[in-house]
Every structure is written in C-alpha cells, then in structure tokens.
C-alpha cells in the first residue's frame, strides 16, 4: 500500500505570493493534519480534518487556511507568504481522531520563500 | 519556557553503545507519548509509544515514562550506524472543546550519530 504522499516535494516562492500544498492519506484513513517544521525543530501542529471537518487547529495566523476533500486528501494554502514560512511542510494520515491512532508522516514539502 | 524540552544534541556514539535519550515536559494534561525517528529529508516514523508511566520495550528500543517527574526517555540497546537520525518526542493533549482531536507536541529532536 502506498503511504502519505504529498506534492510538490520542493517549491520556491517569492514574499507576498500564494501557496497550495497536497496531500495524499493513506487508503482508509479519514483524518489528515498538517505540521510546520523549520531546520532545527520538531514539528508544530498547524490543522487536523476529519470527514472534511476542521476538527483542531494551531497557534497560526488567518493566512494559513487548509480543507478536505470527500477523498480524504487534503490541500494546505498559506497567503501572503512570508519569509519565515520557510519550512518543511509535513502531513500526517491517520485512520481516526482517537488519542491512541498512529499518525503516518509524508516526506513533506520544503517550502522556502525567498 | 516551551512545553517539551529536548537537548537537540548532536550525540555520537560508537556502534554497539547503549542510547539514552530524554525529554521533559511541563504539561500536565499530556496523555499519550511517543517516540519518532526522523532521517534526513524525510518525515518523522514512529517508533514506540505508550499511555502510561513505566517501561514499554519492542526489540532494541525501550521507552520509559515518568510522570510524576514528567520526564521521558528512549534507550537504544546495540545501536547501529543506520540508527543514526533525530529522535523526536511527542505528547498529545485534547485539543479545544468539542473537536474531538488529541493535538501532538513535539520536542526539537536530538540528533544521533552512531559511527562504526
């Protein structure tokens, strides 16, 4: 079975543009999130969705917008862009919200603004 | 003062060595813990995880939770060089009313070197 994929891998943008990142779950899996990570840090919570629901987001601004779709896959939109957006964008698939589901990573997208 | 602390090392170790890595955290309303592996320019695996305090071990790795000192570790028995990676912590609390989502913080991650 293939894993969280997510799309593009690398991508360069300039101060003030807009960005839309994809992600692909894993087969039966219905909740998604999505995660800053600059160099040096972990991974910080940024939305989860379930069933095309917002069901938790993170300490970031209005410029950062995400849905889901009947699919289950998942797009995340930053607006604005900033040159500390600069980071790895990962998504998680899990199969439900539950405190005990495993969240299974995608490569990520590396997003440098310049 | 963040929520989960991690030394981000690096540590190196000569291949064979026993691995102790370690995380403190201040929240007491965290609830689930976890370990994940991180290679380079790829996305965090997991490793181990458990809910309560005590030892937990799956093959060479052992996770231990402390939570009256709020104090995690990882140890690594036989470490080999392909162990070489950023060990992440992570810890989920409930998230906002009403959501129904556990929401995950992770530690910055400590880099590990395992040389031959």
């Known amino acids: 079975d293939a894993g969280v994929t997510q799309s593009p891998t690398h991508l360069i943008k300039t101060r003030g543009q807009h960005v839309t990142l994809r992600c692909s779950p894993i087969?039966?899996?219905?909740?998604v999130s999505w995660y800053q990570q600059v160099l040096g840090q972990g991974p910080q919570f940024i939305f989860q969705?379930?069933?095309?629901?917002?069901?938790g987001r993170g300490n970031f601004p209005d410029r950062f917008s995400a849905r889901q779709f009947p699919n289950y896959s998942s797009e995340l939109n930053v607006n604005a862009l900033l040159l500390g957006d600069s980071a790895l964008y990962l998504c998680?698939?899990?199969?439900?919200?539950?405190?005990?589901?495993?969240?299974?990573f995608g490569s990520g997208t590396q997003l440098s603004v310049l | 003062q963040k929520e989960v602390e991690q030394d981000p090392g690096p540590l190196s170790v000569p291949e064979g060595a026993i691995v102790s890595l370690n995380c403190t955290y201040s929240?007491?309303?965290?609830?689930?813990f976890m370990w994940y592996r991180q290679y380079s320019r790829k996305g965090p695996e997991l490793l181990m995880y458990?809910?309560?305090?005590g030892n937990k071990e799956d093959g060479r790795f052992t996770a231990q939770v402390d939570k009256s000192s709020k104090y995690i570790s990882l140890f690594i028995r036989d470490s080999q060089p392909s162990d070489s990676a950023t060990y992440l912590c992570?810890?989920?609390?409930?998230?906002?009313?009403?959501?129904?989502?556990?929401?995950?913080?992770f530690g910055r991650g400590t880099s590990l070197i395992v040389h031959p």
């Open positions: 998680a698939s899990s199969r439900g919200l539950g405190v005990e589901e495993k969240l299974f």
């Open positions: 458990t809910y309560s305090s």
């Open positions: 992570a810890m989920k609390v409930r998230g906002a009313p009403g959501g129904g989502s556990y929401i995950p913080t």
């Open positions: 969705y379930y069933e095309k629901e917002e069901r």
């Open positions: 929240n007491s309303a965290f609830q689930y």
């Open positions: 087969s039966g899996h219905k909740s």
